[in-house]
Every structure is written in C-alpha cells, then in structure tokens.
C-alpha cells in the first residue's frame, strides 16, 4: 500500500557526504513516522534515524549523532538522510521504512540504496 524507493547513495571518501533520499508513493505520506536502517554485509540490521509524521520529533543512534540529520519535505513525499563526517563503519546498505506511528513495527520497506566510505 505504501511504496518506497531510495536514492543517493555512493562510494564516497571518509570525511565526506551523501543525502539520501526516500520517496513514498501509493497514498498519502502524511500520518506515517518514518525511519532509515542499515545493513552491512555479515551483520544485523541496525536503526539509524527516525523522524515524526509533522517532522517535530528526531531520533538517532549514539554512533551516528552530530553527523547524520533525517529531515522530511511531505509536499514532496521525501524523507531525507543528510550524512557528513561519514566514516568507513557507516558502509552499508541503507533502508527507508515507513509505519503507522501508532504501531512499533515498521510495514513497508525500499529496496535499499548502497553507500560505501572508503578509508
């Protein structure tokens, strides 16, 4: 019911930055928390940042604070991840997700977007 695709990512040098993209379509964005994760090769996937539905309310992991920011444009259907200082630890495949902020459990996913830092 909600269809999400991702863009933006990259091999980027560490130190620099990518923004990724999240654009939600199927019907309406508004009313949905949205949230990015991250995969690396052999590992779990791990949150990253959650934002609220108005967008007052952020939320990151320890290691990710003071260099990622997730924003969201609803008249666009976009969350975003501006990620700087990025570092070679942050290599991963990335998600967004979306969920009803009601409910704990994320129901919708993208197909992922890769970003690679090289040291």
């Known amino acids: 019911q909600v269809h999400l695709v991702e863009s933006g990512g990259g091999l980027v040098q560490a130190g620099g930055s990518l923004r990724l993209s999240c654009v939600a379509s199927?019907?309406?964005?508004?009313?949905?928390?949205m949230g990015w994760f991250r995969q690396a090769p052999g590992k779990e996937r791990e949150f990253v940042a959650a934002?609220?539905?108005?967008?007052?309310?952020?939320y990151y992991r320890d290691s990710v604070k003071g260099r990622f920011t997730i924003s969201r444009d609803n008249t666009k259907n976009t969350v975003y991840l501006q990620m700087n200082s990025l570092k070679p630890e942050d290599t991963a495949v990335y998600y967004c997700?979306?969920?009803?902020?009601?409910?704990?459990?994320?129901?919708?996913w993208g197909q992922g977007t890769q970003v690679t830092v090289s040291s």
């Open positions: 997700a979306a969920r009803v902020e009601s409910r704990p459990k994320y129901d919708y």
């Open positions: 934002i609220s539905w108005s967008g007052g309310s952020t």
């Open positions: 199927g019907r309406t964005f508004s009313g949905y928390g």
